[in-house]
């Protein structure tokens, strides 16, 4: 597990004195969206699907440092659209450091070696890298070719600063699992800290709707991939939430775990669904149905959501809330090879789905987002 000591112990106490407190329910990692543009229009992505207007709005500094205040988290997310299109992120981040909040960047890097002189390596800031898979694979998520050589070109730059860097991997119906094993050996050769990992969602907006992974798919994929671990390959998450994605253990959802908060407000109930909004994190907590989310609600827009959001809360509040999960925890941690011979008749079978021509991004879209930028 590629987690430093010092953001683990953080955590750690930070949800025994949530249980010490008596709250059954907690914020882990807040969701900071500054702002929904993109330089990418991804078929995968529901955020770059709003009206010009909205795409052109951002969350100031004062907003996002009031929003880490109410909230009160010790992790703070910060994904888009692409933060670093924010005119002020620098800003952003270096308050958010001086809180010392852990803060992980999510960038899909095509402006990360550019602005990598504005930025300072400390031990909160992380720099996460979304990068779908090998070249071919990627640039085909990311509807633009090329994207895959900018990004790891960013990595790269980042790394040898001497930032935190983690790689950010959603992986879809038809993935290869000998192609997502042979990418985790791609992306420690670049010296990053470790992989986060995750099912997509299927975002109501998306312009792609057909290669979302159901639950028994998820889990029949992600035990291809993750059994038989080589040692040099390192997570940036709870080794439990990789077991669940295995199908090794079985979790309920922790919609309040990842609470999300952007231009509209505190979104209901959590950052993959639209539910509404509040003004304050108190009425998204008080007010909102928790009972109406997750798998077990019978709620339709949850039945096949195994997302890190959603469910690695879970993992992490059952590793540092219980004995019995601080356990397995350390045996998944110490004990993470996962020998398993059915897993490798998996891998020799052949990718289902697949992907097809790769959709370009336009010149006109590229002309809209610098004008967005404007």
């Known amino acids: 597990m590629a987690v430093p000591i010092s953001q683990m ?102 402006e990360l070696k550019k602005r990598l002189p504005e930025f300072t390596p400390s031990k909160y800031l992380t720099f996460s890298v979304h990068l779908d ?78 290669h979302f992974l159901g639950r028994a798919r998820s889990r029949r994929l992600f035990r291809a991939i993750l059994s038989n671990r080589k040692k040099s390959w390192k997570f940036n998450m709870s080794p439990l939430f990789l077991e669940f994605l295995m199908g090794k253990r079985s979790y309920k959802c922790t919609p309040w775990g990842s609470p999300a908060y952007n231009i509209f407000g505190w979104q209901k109930p959590c950052y993959l669904l639209q539910d509404g909004y509040v003004d304050t994190f108190q009425e998204l907590m008080n007010l909102t149905d928790w009972d109406g989310y997750g798998t077990e609600s019978g709620n339709p827009k949850c039945a096949n959501c195994m997302v890190s959001c959603g469910y690695e809360p879970t993992a ?26 059915g897993a490798l008749d998996l891998l020799n079978k052949p990718a289902q789905g697949g992907h097809g021509t790769l959709v370009q991004i336009s010149e006109p879209v590229e002309r809209e987002v610098e004008e967005l930028r404007a």
Request: proline share 5%; glycine share 10%.
């Open 133 to 210: 898979g090998q070249r071919e694979h990627h640039d085909f998520s990311v509807c633009r070719e090329g994207g895959y050589d900018i990004a790891v070109e960013g990595v790269r730059e980042a790394v040898k600063r001497g930032f935190r860097v983690t790689t950010n991997t959603t992986l879809f119906d038809g993935a290869d699992a000998n192609s997502v094993r042979a990418f985790f050996d791609e992306v420690m050769s670049m010296g990053v800290e470790g992989i986060v990992l995750s099912p997509g969602y299927t975002y109501d907006k998306a312009p792609d709707q057909k």
């Open 316 to 341: 992490v509040d059952h590793g540092f809330g219980s004995l019995n999960g601080f356990l397995g925890m350390v045996k998944a941690t110490l004990f993470n090879k996962y020998e398993d011979r």
């Open 9 to 110: 112990w953080t955590v750690a106490t930070y949800v025994l004195g949530q249980k010490l407190k008596g709250r059954e329910r907690y914020p882990l990692v807040l969701m900071l969206e500054p702002l929904f543009r993109c330089n990418l229009a991804c078929a995968g992505c529901g955020k770059v699907q709003y009206p010009p207007h909205i795409l052109k709005k951002n969350l100031s500094p004062a907003e996002c440092f009031a929003a880490v205040e109410e909230c009160g988290a010790p992790m703070v997310s910060i994904p888009g659209g692409e933060p670093l299109l924010h005119p002020q992120i620098v800003e952003i981040v270096e308050g958010l450091v001086a809180r010392k909040k852990y803060v992980y960047l999510c960038t899909n890097a095509l």
